[in-house]
Structure formats: C-alpha cells, structure tokens
C-alpha cells in the first residue's frame, strides 16, 4: 500500500521560508513521478511543482519560479519542497502526489494516483 505524508507545514511571515518534506513507503520510490500540489479554500488543487523519477527534469508553475524548489532523494524515499519569499496567496493546504512513471514528467492533479493527506501552510502578511 502506497502512504505519502507530508510534514513542515506552519506559519510563516510574509518574505520568510519554509521547506515541506513528503516521505513514501509502500512503493519502489526511484519508479514515481512525484509531484507538489496546493489548495487554497474556494479554489481548486493546482500545480506547485513535479519532479521526475530520477530527479533529473522538473517543472515549476511559471508563478512560482524563482521562489520554489523541487527536490527529492532517493535513498531516503523522501521529496521535498523549498519555499522562499513567502506571500500570503500562497497560503493552501500543500498536498504531495505520486505517479508510477519510470520516465516522463506529469503535472496535472488528474494524472497522479496517490495523495498525501495535506499540510496547512499560512502566510501571514
């Protein structure tokens, strides 16, 4: 059974930092895509970021870059999310997804098959 749980969530102040870990077990984790996701009250899950299998490619939403990163390792079965100059819209719930998908790179919520339950991020301005 694929489990992904997220952790770092807080608050934190406008212009501040803050680094989101997500752990998988269950799975071979060198063979998923992995991917970040938010969803802020009222509106739909979107895209944060995706990292391939390897960690070779990955993909930021076009308004998050220069802001967020993408990481994962391996050995750990672990992924990460590097969050700097932190605004108060980026205040969601923060999910992580995983897809098997040896190669290639995915980026739509539809395209993932296993969730996270979700950790609250809130920026205060």
């Known amino acids: 059974q694929v489990t992904l749980v997220e952790s770092g969530g807080g608050l934190a102040q406008a212009g501040g930092s803050l680094r989101l870990s997500c752990g998988a077990s269950?799975?071979?984790?060198?063979?998923?895509?992995m991917g970040w996701f938010r969803q802020a009250p009222g509106k739909e899950r979107e895209s944060v970021a995706a990292?391939?299998?390897?960690?070779?490619?990955?993909s930021i939403t076009d308004s998050l870059k220069g802001r967020f990163t993408i990481s994962r390792v391996n050995a750990k079965n672990t992924m990460y999310l590097e969050m700097n100059s932190l605004k108060p819209e980026d205040t969601a719930v923060y999910y992580c997804?995983?897809?098997?998908?040896?190669?290639?790179?995915?980026?739509?919520?539809?395209?993932?098959?296993?969730w996270g339950q979700g950790t609250q991020v809130t920026v205060s301005s």
């Open positions: 269950g799975v071979i984790f060198s063979d998923y895509v």
């Open positions: 997804a995983a897809v098997f998908a040896p190669y290639g790179l995915y980026t739509a919520v539809n395209e993932y098959d296993y």
């Open positions: 990292i391939s299998a390897t960690g070779g490619r990955t």
